[in-house]
Structure formats: C-alpha cells, structure tokens
C-alpha cells in the first residue's frame, strides 16, 4: 500500500514568516490532495494536484506536485495566526480512480504572534 | 443540515459495549468514509462505501461494521468496545470517485 511521509512534523515560526511543508509518496501519486486540521474540528479541503509540475494558490498558500509525481509541497507565504493546525496530506490509493485516500501523519504548524 | 454531521461529539463508554456512530451527509455524495485517527499514526480508513446499498473494509476494518442503506447516512458500529478503539472518529463524504473528501467535525470515543 502508498506509503506518505510528511516532514517536518511540527513547525514553530514567526508570524510573517514563509514556510514549506513536504509529503513524499513510496508510489506515483495519481492525486494528492491537501487538508488542514484545527484541534478539535474536521479537515478542511484545501487543494488537490494530479498532474506533474502542477501547482496551484489559494491566497497565500501554494502547493505543488514535482514532476514525478512523487513529492508534494505545501508553500504559506507570510504566515499568519490563523494558518495554525495540523497540515495533512492524503494520495489518491492505487491509482485507477480510487477515491480511498491514504494519509500522512500531518505537519503540526504554530505561528507565534 | 449543512454539509456533514457527526453524533455524539464526546462519548465515554466501557469496554464490552456496543456504540454507533452517526454520520449524516446532506450533499448527495455518493461516496462515504469512516476514518479513526490516532496520534502518530495520521488518518486510517476503517470502511467505505461506494453508494448506497454497498460498503468496503479499508485499512484498519476490525471490530467495526457500517451500512448504507440510504445515500445520506453512514453509520458506523462498535459491536463491542476495547479500549484500543479510543480514538477521535471522522466521517467524509465525496460526490465521485476524483472530487475531494468533505470531513464532518469529529467523535472523540474513549472506551474504558
């Protein structure tokens, strides 16, 4: 089964700061997608890349997919308070349009005022 | 309703007891999820069901059943309790087999 490593696994940074979480598959990713967690609350769904090369922004958050499709990285530029939580990635298992999502252990963030 | 729901929030319950946990999507989705997640371990799929009328074991199904007899609930069932079950439980739903995982808000389950 896909195998997600995500690094690092916590992150403290000043506010204003920029910042890059990374999720490396075992496999090709076929869909990678990327949630966020608050304590206590649900995912939310942030973005989801599928082909190679691709990136995409949502405000100040841009993620993209390397061109083998093996690694994903998550991008916050000017970091805010209310970009704490827990960062999860989740791959797309076995690749023939599966929708069973294998996830990784998450990438708690701070952000210190 | 708006989107997907979870009940209870919290509960407490002692070991050898049966517990089900409600999840309702009002979105049509046809596709639902139960995951437990577990500090260290991320997010684990338990069991899925494609649409309505049939469901899957995911990675970790053990000591748990779902069923999915209408498009709108997904309930999952702890026949009987262990503590190794204490967890905080999530429910998704997505429209297709391609669009993203909508999460409910949680059940924290700590079985005594």
């Given at each position: 089964s896909q195998e997600l490593e995500q690094s690092p696994q916590s992150l403290i940074v000043q506010e204003g700061k920029n910042l890059t979480i990374n999720c490396t598959s075992s496999k090709t990713l076929y869909g990678l997608y990327w949630y966020k967690q608050k304590y206590g609350e649900g995912l939310i769904f942030l973005m989801m890349l599928q082909k190679g090369g691709e990136e995409k922004s949502h405000e100040k958050i841009t993620a993209k997919l390397d061109e083998k499709k093996q690694q994903s990285s998550l991008h916050i530029t000017?970091?805010?308070?209310?970009?704490a939580g827990i960062y999860l990635c989740g791959a797309d298992n076995a690749?023939?349009?599966?929708?069973q999502l294998t996830f990784g252990k998450g990438t708690k963030l701070s952000v210190i005022p | 309703i708006a989107g997907i729901t979870q009940a209870p929030t919290s509960q407490i319950l002692a070991a050898g007891r049966r517990m089900t946990l409600r999840c309702t999507q009002?979105?049509?989705?046809n596709a639902m999820y139960w995951y437990r997640q577990d500090l260290g371990l991320g997010l684990r799929l338990i069991h899925y069901s494609n649409t309505a009328g049939t469901t899957g074991k995911g990675e970790v199904p053990d000591g748990y059943s779902v069923s999915r007899a209408n498009t709108d609930d997904f309930p999952l069932t702890l026949a009987s309790a262990v503590p190794s079950q204490t967890s905080v439980y999530f429910c998704a739903s997505s429209k297709g087999l391609e669009d993203e995982q909508f999460f409910g808000p949680g059940t924290r389950l700590t079985v005594l």
């Open positions: 000017a970091s805010q308070p209310s970009h690749g023939a349009g599966s929708y | 009002d979105m049509r989705h």
